[in-house]
């Protein structure tokens, strides 16, 4: 691809690859004229800046020389008084060497010629300056001339060896080794190569063809291996590249024969080894790959000969050619398009040929727009090559490769190269805690894997923890529970027992208390005693005497004061004003006993009074202990007396209720208390059994969790899990989101370390979120020989068959209800959905993309909903259209759909045809208008509409049945089109309707008013999630500081609607509906990546259809937070 360009008729030279930015300077050639025959010369020096797209080269400098060049080369070459641009050698005519400063030439301050020195005897063709020290020069000319020139000192420039070649020859190039710093090479035309050695200061080799028709033009040292070199020839009988090694120089190593006319000039990458570029007087311009001396890259043949191609010694892809027409092009080998080069010459021409009106655009050919595009490199170059990588694989696996430690010319080829795969393990800690779980839950030996925990943990609270898990483990697990918060009946029993023998009492007078209760206990065992002998002894004179003649009559008072009251209450059997008589006189014994008789209702009124006059510390235990109101004292108790809370729930709560009394007990200690009671809360969930109300409080306590924090919580949710699965059996526990993403974090951490099977043992078996799903398939996978003989968990992906085309279910022929006696082709681009108007329609033509497309076929009329009989269609056929619901409720009433045999057409006037522009979506539904519009056409997609034909002979077609044979059931799954028929009705008025326009039905469907859509309010269960998101976008916008992100709040505000109509529907699945309560949690709580997660979980268990309309805005919201707030 051509990057740049240049209108000169001169030699060129890149900057040295250290030079920044990069700079290509031009001398004017000595072998071209240009159009004034002018033989003034003239060096610039240009700026190659890529980053500009246009195809001109920024002037940096300029300078009028003395002479035209044969030759330019930039060295790096400095010292004290030059700068870092370093320093540019020009050959010319008559033996002229002229050194310029480029510093100089750039600023157009100093002198910039540095020195003349006029040794040769002819033009100065070769040049070049030693790698390694750069005041080195070499230079060569006519009569086999090569003089090494030192920068410090030019007066005494040094020959190598003496002038005895005979005849002598002009050097054509010269070239230092790129390895050895005291080799240089000649090439000569007689097709030889002279190998000197500067410390013997002789020639060590001498390189020449054997078919003396090798003149050599060029000649190019391996960039890497020292004995390695290229001579070109420019003879047209024989334009080769010959590669020479020269510990084998009787014949060349490789010879590269692609161009059909001499060969003028070769540069070979620096940068890449393999990469040599050529060119010719074929006008072509190569890229050879000489490790298999293929042509690896072509420049389109040129306009004329290119005399000098120079790879960029900065970029790497770049390169220059000078041609003999006077332009010099920059290229790239990564390839491209002469698109933009076309473009600007067709501008070029165009504004010659204007006048003063724009010309038709221009069609270019497709085969020619084709040939524009060039190819990049077939290889990848070495500069694209990463020498070394590392990467960390699944499983913990770090893969490692890099350079041989031998040089590139040592390394046999092809070179095989290693390539480490290790594992590492950086957390030790994590892995063995992690196995000592595995290896307890393994052999079922969780109580002394609890207990160990217990002696190892120096944490109170821990401690704790893990005492009440391992009670989960054993029997009478309430009882434990109660003794681990203080309270035992035996040794409540013992205090009890204690305190009555005790001197002091409850009363205030426990003296004389305990004396009258010892005399009434006196007297009631002595009246016992005497009435059991006396009715032994005189049983038969009982009923003779009615009152017991050890008892003394009692009398019933009948006074006006409180007892008479009562006394005549209760003569009347009125229990209810005899107890507010006790009440109100604070007689509550009494209260209480009458109360018993009087019912259950009057009791428990009866102990309301009671507990509403007497007020005590005890009074509201007393009150909770007779009510059983449980939920009003876990909602109303303090927080400080949370263990006295769940003691009661352990001792009083039925198994029904429990649970979600101690979840609530623990939801309010984490809401209402501070971070201990966050922490205490924990022991509720364990009563409670309730793992993901665990994890989620263990998530509050910990924001950052490191793999030593989530084993912890693996260690609890494990052992919990497997007492209910003890407890209610292995299919009575399933995960919530919150479980399943620790579970899963902790199997990746599993995974990362290495412990591939342990980590697959840590999934729900029964999940089916794709997470989960995905990382059990590289598990599974990723074990290898490890996993032999076991089931291979299903595929995670949605399988897409590439290539094929679809069209089972949406092009099933037998729900269209005719067939064709020929195939037709299906389109590949979707069918328009076909939206009829509301008003009757008339014939119309088709529009021009259908009738492009389509072929004519006959269309026929439905005789009405009684014969309409379902024909299947042919093979080939098949329509993809929308079908009403009013349509399939028609066609299931009619019988066999399998189809049968039939006449084409079906007898009947033809109906009228809908116009191509009311194929429009966003119209009418067919549901509406199917009942104004009696018949409606039938069209395929790809298919023209049917013409008018009157009834024609009947054609039989044969019978064929659905997919899977006779019988077989209609997929239903897509709609598919149908035969719309209504009730038979008059139709004849509607053929000479007119036919009104797309745009005035549009208007008359946009002119009809608004309805008014009042939504039902939010039941009360779901009102808290709108007060949690509602509270979320307000905190947002208040944070938000620019327009953008306000905007995306409102939009936001407004498609969550969506979600609040489907909450008032009741239309969301339970899991959905948790999920959201899950989301309001963490967005109360602050933690939006905990909320992120949870979102993730919910949307890859559930319908897209079902959340598409609220999920996505709500990821968006939390998404917003958690910028807002990190």
């Excluded at 020859?169 to 240089?184: F, G, P, S, T, Y």
């Excluded at 060590?204 to 020839?233: F, Y």
Aim: with cysteine; proline share 9%; hydrophobic share 35%.
């Amino acid at each position: 691809m051509k990057l740049k360009e240049l209108e000169r008729p001169a030699v060129q030279v890149w900057s040295p690859a250290s030079q920044c930015p990069v700079y290509l300077a031009t001398g004017t050639s000595a072998q071209q004229l240009d159009a004034s025959f002018s033989t003034n010369g003239t060096l610039e020096i240009f700026e190659v800046d890529f980053r500009d797209p246009s195809l001109d080269l920024k002037r940096k400098g300029v300078l009028s020389a003395s002479s035209r060049f044969y030759k330019l080369i930039w060295g790096s070459f400095g010292n004290g008084l030059l700068e870092a641009s370093g320093v540019i050698a020009g050959g010319g005519n008559n033996g002229m060497l002229t050194l310029y400063n480029v510093t100089h030439i750039l600023s157009s301050g100093k002198e910039p010629v540095i020195a003349q020195r006029q040794k040769h005897t002819g033009a100065v063709r070769a040049l070049d300056f030693n790698p390694f020290q750069g005041h080195l020069l070499a230079t060569g000319a006519s009569d086999s001339e090569i003089f090494i020139w030192d920068l410090n000192n030019l007066n005494v420039p040094m020959t190598p060896g003496s002038k005895s070649q005979q005849p002598p020859e002009d050097i054509k190039a010269l070239a230092w080794n790129r390895q050895v710093q005291h080799i240089l090479a000649s090439a000569h035309p007689s097709g030889k190569a002279v190998v000197w050695d500067l410390r013997k200061n002789e020639p060590i080799i001498k390189v020449s063809d054997h078919s003396n028709r090798m003149h050599s033009s060029g000649l190019a040292w391996h960039p890497e291996i020292a004995t390695q070199l290229v001579l070109c020839s420019e003879d047209d009988r024989l334009p080769v590249i010959q590669l020479w090694d020269l510990r084998f120089a009787s014949s060349p190593l490789k010879v590269l024969e692609s161009h059909s006319r001499g060969i003028l000039s070769v540069s070979w990458s620096q940068a890449d080894p393999e990469l040599l570029l050529s060119s010719a007087k074929d006008n072509q311009i190569l890229c050879w790959n000489l490790g298999s001396g293929e042509v690896v890259y072509k420049l389109p043949t040129q306009s004329s000969w290119c005399f000098d191609v120079q790879w960029c010694p900065r970029d790497p892809p770049v390169f220059s050619a000078a041609s003999f027409d006077g332009w010099i092009s920059l290229y790239s080998v990564m390839g491209g398009s002469w698109e933009v080069q076309q473009i600007r010459q067709a501008d070029k021409i165009s504004s010659s040929f204007s006048k003063g009106q724009p010309l038709p655009p221009l069609q270019v050919p497709e085969q020619v727009a084709q040939a524009s595009l060039i190819p990049p490199l077939q290889k990848p170059p070495k500069w694209m090559r990463r020498p070394a990588g590392v990467s960390f694989a699944f499983g913990g696996k770090l893969v490692t490769f890099g350079l041989p430690s031998t040089p590139a010319h040592q390394v046999p080829q092809p070179c095989l190269r290693l390539v480490f795969v290790s594992q590492v393990t950086t957390e030790s800690e994590f892995l063995r805690r992690s196995a000592e779980l595995q290896e307890s839950l393994g052999s079922g030996n969780l109580l002394n894997y609890c207990q160990n925990k217990i002696e190892l943990t120096s944490l109170q609270s821990e401690k704790m923890l893990w005492q009440f898990l391992k009670v989960t483990l054993e029997q009478d697990s309430r009882v434990k529970f109660l003794k681990l918060l203080g309270y035992s009946k035996d040794e409540l029993q013992k205090k009890v027992a204690t305190w009555l023998k005790s001197d002091l009492g409850l009363g205030e007078s426990p003296q004389s208390e305990g004396d009258d209760h010892n005399n009434r206990q006196q007297v009631f065992c002595s009246q016992a005693s005497k009435h059991i002998t006396e009715e032994a002894s005189a049983s038969s004179t009982f009923f003779d005497e009615l009152v017991p003649q050890s008892m003394t009559p009692w009398e019933i008072p009948i006074t006006e004061d409180t007892d008479g009251l009562l006394s005549q209450a209760l003569l009347l059997g009125e229990l209810g004003p005899a107890v507010e008589l006790c009440l109100k006189e604070e007689r509550f014994a009494d209260a209480i006993i009458l109360a018993q008789a009087g019912g259950a209702d009057l009791l428990k009124q009866t102990q309301e009074c009671y507990w509403a006059k007497k007020k005590s510390r005890i009074s509201s235990l007393l009150a909770c202990v007779v009510r059983k109101n449980w939920k009003d004292m876990v909602c109303t108790c303090s927080l400080q007396n949370w263990r006295e809370a769940l003691a009661l729930l352990l001792t009083y709560s039925g198994p029904e209720k429990f649970p979600e009394l101690c979840d609530m007990l623990g939801t309010r200690m984490e809401q209402e208390g501070g971070r201990a009671l966050t922490s205490e809360a924990r022991l509720c969930y364990v009563c409670s059994g309730n793992v993901e109300q665990l994890v989620e409080c263990w998530a509050k306590c910990h924001q950052a969790s490191s793999p030593l924090a989530l084993q912890d919580l693996m260690e609890k949710v494990m052992v919990l899990n497997r007492s209910l699965e003890l407890l209610r059996g292995p299919d009575g526990v399933s995960s919530g989101p919150a479980t399943t993403y620790r579970v899963t974090q902790y199997a990746n951490l599993l995974a990362a370390q290495g412990s591939l099977a342990t980590a697959m043992s840590y999934l729900p078996r029964d999940c089916t979120q794709p997470p989960i799903q995905q990382l059990r398939d590289r598990l599974f996978h990723a074990q290898g020989s490890g996993v032999m003989g076991q089931q291979c968990p299903p595929f995670p992906f949605p399988r897409v068959v590439v290539g094929a085309t679809p069209h089972s279910k949406e092009t099933s022929s037998y729900r269209l209800g005719f067939q064709f006696s020929h195939q037709v082709p299906t389109p590949s681009l979707r069918p328009r959905i076909f939206t009829p108007l509301v008003t009757p329609l008339t014939p119309s033509h088709s529009s021009p993309y259908q009738s492009s497309r389509m072929q004519n076929i006959s269309d026929y009329r439905s005789p009405g909903p009684q014969a309409a009989q379902p024909l299947p269609l042919g093979p080939g056929v098949r329509p993809a259209l929308f079908e009403p619901p009013l349509l399939r409720e028609q066609k299931a009433q009619v019988p066999n759909p399998t189809g049968f045999p039939g006449t084409w057409p079906p007898p009947g006037p033809p109906p009228p045809m809908a116009p191509p522009d009311t194929i429009q979506p966003g119209s009418a539904s067919l549901v509406e208008t199917a009942q104004q519009i009696p018949l409606l056409p039938v069209r395929l997609p790809g298919l023209s509409p049917m013409s008018f034909q009157s009834p024609a002979p009947p054609v039989s077609f044969p019978v064929t049945h659905p997919p899977g044979g006779p019988g077989a059931p209609c997929s239903n799954a897509l709609p598919t089109t149908g035969l719309s028929t209504v009730p038979p009705g008059p139709q004849d008025s509607l053929k000479n309707a007119p036919v009104p326009r797309t745009n005035l039905q549009r208007k008359k469907l946009q002119q009809r008013p608004p309805e008014k859509v009042e939504r039902k309010e939010l039941p009360p269960e779901h009102r808290s999630l709108k007060i949690s998101f509602d509270k979320l976008l307000r905190r947002c916008s208040l944070s938000a500081a620019d327009l953008k992100t306000k905007r995306k709040l409102d939009e936001a505000a407004q498609r969550l609607e969506c979600l609040y109509e489907k909450l008032c529907q009741g239309t969301l699945s339970p899991h959905v509906l948790a999920g959201l309560r899950e989301v309001a949690r963490c967005v109360d709580a602050g933690s939006f990546e905990q909320g992120l997660a949870v979102h993730a979980q919910v949307v890859g268990c559930s319908s897209f259809s079902e959340v598409s309309s609220f999920m996505p805005v709500l990821k968006a919201v939390l998404t917003i937070a958690h910028k807002l707030h990190t």
